[in-house]
């Protein structure tokens, strides 16, 4: 059975079971090559990686800041709205009853000037 066959004789399995152990291992070396390679690379963009990490954790603390800034602002123009809206209607209320008072006040004098013009009037007759 083996001697039949002349590929498969141990003087020449030798050599080819060498080229396959050789290409393997120039496979692995490769490998390792690329792992190495891959790892400096890695190792390269850590701090750049850290970096725009902490820019993003920055930002989103600017954006969170922000929205609290424009919520406080927002509120406050809201209760200096209701403030002077409600200080208007205090100034408006005292102008309507300043005015009934003024008003009142012509009354009785010209129900006096008239009750006076008809005694004055009244005794010359």
Same mark, same amino acid.
């Given at each position: 059975?083996?001697?039949?066959?002349?590929?498969?004789?141990?003087?020449?399995?030798?050599?080819?079971?060498?080229?396959?152990?050789?290409?393997?291992? %120039? +496979?692995?070396?490769?490998?390792?090559?690329? +792992?190495?390679?891959?790892?400096?690379?890695?190792?390269?963009?850590?701090?750049?990686? +850290?970096?725009?990490? +902490?820019?993003?954790?920055?930002?989103?603390?600017?954006?969170?800041?922000?929205?609290?800034? $424009?919520?406080?602002?927002?509120?406050?123009?809201?209760?200096?709205?209701?403030?002077?809206?409600?200080?208007?209607?205090?100034?408006?209320?005292?102008?309507?009853?300043?005015? %009934?008072?003024?008003?009142?006040?012509?009354?009785?004098?010209? %129900?006096?000037?008239?009750?006076?013009?008809?005694?004055?009037?009244? $005794?010359?007759?």
């Amino acid at each position: 059975m083996f001697g039949s066959n002349k590929d498969c004789t141990p003087s020449t399995i030798l050599p080819k079971a060498l080229r396959v152990i050789a290409i393997i291992l %120039e +496979h692995v070396s490769s490998i390792d090559t690329a +792992h190495t390679i891959a790892t400096m690379i890695l190792h390269k963009l850590d701090p750049m990686l +850290h970096l725009m990490d +902490h820019a993003a954790d920055t930002m989103q603390e600017a954006v969170e800041d922000t929205r609290k800034a $424009t919520d406080c602002l927002y509120r406050t123009g809201q209760e200096t709205r209701d403030k002077l809206q409600k200080c208007l209607e205090t100034m408006k209320d005292n102008l309507l009853r300043t005015t %009934e008072d003024i008003k009142e006040g012509i009354g009785k004098l010209t %129900e006096a000037a008239t009750a006076t013009a008809n005694n004055v009037s009244g $005794t010359l007759t």
